[in-house]
């Protein structure tokens, strides 16, 4: 499997590639792969020529450092899993230098408001930091089509607003969310809950159910209560927020629109780790 450390190398290896007219499919991650980035690795392998994988966990998008120094960093069981999942894929591991050239710093963006609503009132300056990346990373790679799970469906919404403002010649995909067996949402946080707390945390997917039938019969602010109410009822998780929104715009439904496509966001804290997830409600 080719594996690239610098993106001098991966630039001049890729270029051939483009010339030729195949398509180059990519998976940015931050490593820690779990079965939802494979299947996203699956299906751009499917679609594209070649496939490039990045893990690189970028410091400018973490607003907590604590996270960023916890995040799960395990980069040659990440190289086997590639490897027995298919050894085309071209792996690109840079440095933090590599990327800033030794300035770690986030350019800053307008996504039309997108990034002021749930992860943006909680987390500062996170989205800059992800538009930063990515857009950085689709620079270095050039790719015609790139895949996102939509257990990130913020960041997914994001990452289409900033290829669409900066004229990027890039398909973003968004893929269906990976869960674990009891529902829980795949996450390379996930690693950092004991068996038990992930067993518990499957709680977050049941409620979004719930919250899924009470859709078509309640009001928002009813549903929102009624969240609320259960997590008071679980104290061994933290509710930091529950939003059904419209999933164009991710502004807050305080009335609901036929005509409108409607998702539930969740973040809930677990022993200090912050987990989300969202369902659509259409």
């Given at each position: ?20 007219q195949k ?50 960093r395990t ?63 689709f620079e ?143």
């Amino acid at each position: 499997m080719p594996i690239f450390y610098g993106k001098a190398p991966l630039m001049d290896y890729l270029k051939s590639i483009k010339d030729s007219q195949k398509t180059i499919g990519f998976v940015p991650t931050m490593g820690a792969l779990h079965e939802g980035h494979l299947a996203l690795m699956k299906k751009s392998l499917q679609e594209n020529d070649t496939t490039v994988v990045s893990i690189f966990v970028n410091p400018t998008q973490f607003n907590n450092p604590e996270d960023l120094e916890k995040y799960p960093r395990t980069l040659e069981e990440d190289i086997k899993k590639l490897t027995n999942l298919d050894d085309s894929i071209i792996l690109y591991a840079p440095t933090v230098e590599d990327i800033y050239d030794g300035k770690p710093t986030s350019q800053s963006f307008d996504f039309d408001g997108l990034e002021n609503q749930m992860e943006g009132k909680f987390r500062p300056g996170h989205f800059n930091g992800v538009g930063t990346i990515v857009k950085r990373l689709f620079e270095i790679v050039t790719p015609n089509n790139a895949y996102f799970g939509e257990k990130d469906f913020q960041q997914l919404q994001i990452v289409k607003k900033m290829v669409s403002k900066n004229k990027l010649q890039v398909k973003v995909v968004g893929c269906p969310i990976h869960r674990e067996a009891n529902n829980l949402a795949m996450s390379s946080r996930n690693e950092r809950l004991t068996p038990q707390e992930r067993e518990q945390a499957s709680l977050i997917y049941k409620i979004l159910r719930t919250a899924k039938e009470k859709f078509s019969k309640d009001s928002t602010l009813t549903i929102s209560k009624w969240v609320q109410k259960a997590f008071e009822n679980n104290t061994q998780f933290t509710l930091e927020y529950f939003t059904i929104a419209d999933e164009a715009t991710l502004l807050t439904c305080t009335r609901k629109n036929k005509t409108k496509k409607y998702r539930a966001f969740i973040a809930v804290i677990v022993n200090n780790i912050r987990l989300i997830d969202t369902i659509s409600l259409n």
